[in-house]
């Protein structure tokens, strides 16, 4: 089943309410069937600060939705667990979750390395996973683990293709390029052989792989050797904490003008521009979600949320990144309700009705997912960001080349 524009849905839902009110017939309304979606967060740790408003977006997602009666028969409710960026805790969280009564139908999660960790529990549990992470382990079946965002791998893979047609404009050499990123697996997820290939299919020389700590406090060293190796443009994951500090040692060295730097979508654009200002100019987000800037246009509904629940003090990106994914899950219970009844739905159900998502935006905020029987990553394209002027702007969507390993 095609994924259908909320507003035709909302104004389907209405209709339908409005007709029961005026042909009001002496039937006493069925009892809703209660569904629970959980979310896997980490409100401490290193990930914190650059994950502050996406609890929030999920279950106001949950709460606005369920009173919109999205899904009819159903009421939906929200959990959630602090996995305190520890693998550790995070099980724990997600042993706490299902034994929920009733136990999470679907869990939103927020970490690359923590939903690898876990990867086979959601399997032995029989609970799907919408992760924010994209690793291309997610993509081995059997996976219960749902990615939205566009795998790791090629979300670089569009960053090259786009700085090489845009960016670049010296002729007579080979671009350079390294990596510079976060030392976890998020930060390490696009080093792979096929992206190698595909930089050096493109004539790019790579000149090196640089890792920042968690959370560092000087990474000059690296630095300096990408300045030595006379690197032009580079690629990476992480949060914008760590972003920031990056950028305060390359103003220092005189490298933000001559470095061009891509990063992959945690490094939240509206906190970076917070933290670093104008060092951000050379700086570009590859992203699964448009930028605060644009919310109003492109995702109405989840500004409306974000007005109605007061949540003025986290980014609209942020908190629209929390309700984006948090809606992928109840898109899931929305097609399970449709295929099998309210009072059939589990995580069975839901992971069935998961692969039937095609081209769904989330409210407009996302570049359109699609999953299928044998397809876990939702984006085959991203939305690239950049700063002028101290402000955070959309270029618009672009293609991303598919450099995913392929498993048997």
């Known amino acids: ?14 209709g339908m309410t409005f007709l029961a009110t005026v042909f009001a017939f002496p039937v006493q309304a069925a009892e809703k069937r209660k569904v629970v979606i959980g979310y896997l967060g980490h409100m401490t740790g290193a990930y914190a600060a650059g994950q502050a408003g996406v609890m929030e977006g999920h279950l106001d997602c949950i709460k606005f939705l369920n009173a919109k009666n ?23 969280g997600f042993k706490k979750m299902m034994a929920n009564k009733p136990e999470p139908v679907a869990i939103h999660a927020e970490s690359t390395g923590i939903g690898l960790a876990l990867k086979k529990w959601y ?41 090489l047609k845009h960016i670049w404009k010296e002729k007579g050499r080979k671009p350079r390029f390294a990596w510079l990123t976060w030392d976890n697996p998020f930060g390490r997820s696009s080093i792979t052989d096929k992206v190698k290939k595909h930089l050096e299919s493109k004539g790019v020389e790579i000149v090196g792989e640089e890792f920042i700590p968690g959370v560092p406090t000087d990474v000059t060293p690296q630095l300096l050797r990408l300045k030595e190796k006379g690197a032009d443009f580079t690629f990476g994951g992480m949060y914008a904490e760590p972003l920031s500090v990056v950028l305060k040692d390359a103003d220092k060295l005189g490298m933000v003008d001559s470095l061009v730097i891509g990063m992959a979508y945690a490094a939240t654009p509206e906190n970076l521009l917070k933290y670093s200002g104008d060092k951000t100019r050379n700086v570009y987000a590859i992203v699964p979600a448009y930028p605060s800037s644009v919310l109003v246009e492109k995702s109405p509904l989840i500004m409306a949320s974000h007005k109605e629940n007061k949540r003025e003090n986290f980014f609209p990106s942020i ?17 399970a309700a449709s295929e099998v009844g309210p009072a059939k739905i589990d995580g069975m159900a839901v992971y069935n009705a998961l692969q039937k998502i095609k081209h769904f935006d989330a409210f407009g905020s996302f570049a359109p997912i699609t999953f299928g029987s044998k397809k876990r990553f939702g984006q085959d394209e991203v939305i690239l960001t950049a700063y002028r002027d101290n402000k955070v702007v959309s270029l618009g969507v672009i293609p991303a080349p598919d450099l995913t390993v392929k498993f048997e």
């Open 1 to 14: 089943m095609e994924t259908k524009n909320f507003h035709r849905k909302l104004c389907l839902i209405f």
């Open 319 to 335: 908190y629209a990144h929390g309700f984006a994914l948090a809606s992928v899950a109840v898109e899931g219970v929305r097609i």
């Open 123 to 163: 399997i032995k549990e029989s609970v799907p996973s919408i992760e924010a992470g994209s690793d291309d382990e997610f993509g081995r079946l059997p996976s219960w683990t749902f990615s939205p965002p566009c795998p790791y791998p090629n979300m670089c893979g569009a960053w090259i293709d786009y700085y």
């Open 70 to 92: 999205y899904i009819p028969g159903v009421e939906l409710e929200g959990i959630w667990v602090d996995g305190g960026t520890d693998v550790a805790k995070s099980m724990a």
